[in-house]
């Protein structure tokens, strides 16, 4: 089975310093990994996504992240965060079937 | 272009009441999935169409919760006997097909009273 853990309910930044969201993932074999976001009153928007092509995945907005197998992590990274950064932040895997499972999300403020 | 569109955006209603939220998906777009996103939560999965057909409904919690696509487009999820645990933000999805990523709609706020 799989399970997705975000190992920070909130995460405070000031602007113009890194931001780094972990995430930890559960699976017999190399799932597929996702980062979503979702501002306030909002779908979710996807960063960016992991399939086994390369390690490191850039998504939009400058965020990348990195699948480490031997860690079983997928964490998110952006260099310098904006205010515009604000919002809740979703790790997601994709299991055998087409379930996706979320993590419990990650509250991201970004300090002026 | 257009993105997933859900309706309504805001649903309030009596407890006991039968309510039904619709998913109209990308153009083109094979899979369609509803989530229910509970406060403070992430979404959890309810249901999976390929085409016209539910190809996992595993995440239904119980037999009050059902839902269709007739023609392989638009999706209803339908709620009987709505309860007030009910309540929560119903989430519609779709993609190109079962391996692409999904692109979300901004979901329907359902309040049972």
């Known amino acids: 089975a799989q399970s997705v853990t975000q190992l920070d309910s909130h995460v405070s930044v000031s602007e113009g310093t890194p931001v780094l969201l972990r995430c930890n993932y559960s699976?017999?074999?190399?799932?597929?990994l996702f980062w979503y976001v979702q501002h306030p009153n909002k779908g979710l928007q996807l960063l960016l996504k992991?399939?086994?092509?390369?390690?490191l995945v850039k998504g939009i907005n400058g965020f990348e992240a990195e699948f480490k197998k031997s860690e079983t992590s997928f964490h998110l990274t952006k260099p310098s965060a904006h205010m515009s950064d604000a919002a809740e932040y979703f790790c997601?895997?994709?299991?055998?079937?087409?379930?996706?499972?979320f993590g419990t999300g990650t509250s991201l403020t970004v300090i002026p | 272009g257009a993105g997933v569109s859900q309706t309504p955006s805001n649903k309030v209603t009596e407890k006991g009441k039968y309510v039904e939220l619709r998913c109209d998906p990308i153009?083109?777009?094979?899979?369609l999935y509803w989530y229910r996103q509970s406060l403070g939560q992430g979404p959890e999965f309810l249901i999976y169409?390929?085409?016209?057909?539910?190809?996992?409904d595993s995440g239904l919690p119980n037999d009050r919760f059902f839902a269709v696509r007739p023609e392989g487009s638009v999706s209803t999820l339908k709620i009987q006997r709505t309860e007030r645990g009910d309540s929560a933000v119903y989430l519609c999805?779709?993609?190109?097909?079962?391996?692409?990523?999904?692109?979300f709609g901004d979901g329907t706020r359902l309040s049972i009273l």
């Open positions: 999805a779709s993609s190109l097909g079962a391996q692409q990523p999904q692109h």
């Open positions: 699976s017999s074999y190399s799932p597929s």
């Open positions: 992991y399939t086994s092509a390369a390690t």
């Open positions: 997601v895997a994709r299991g055998g079937g087409n379930q996706f499972y």
């Open positions: 153009s083109g777009h094979t899979a």
């Open positions: 169409f390929q085409g016209t057909g539910a190809a996992d």
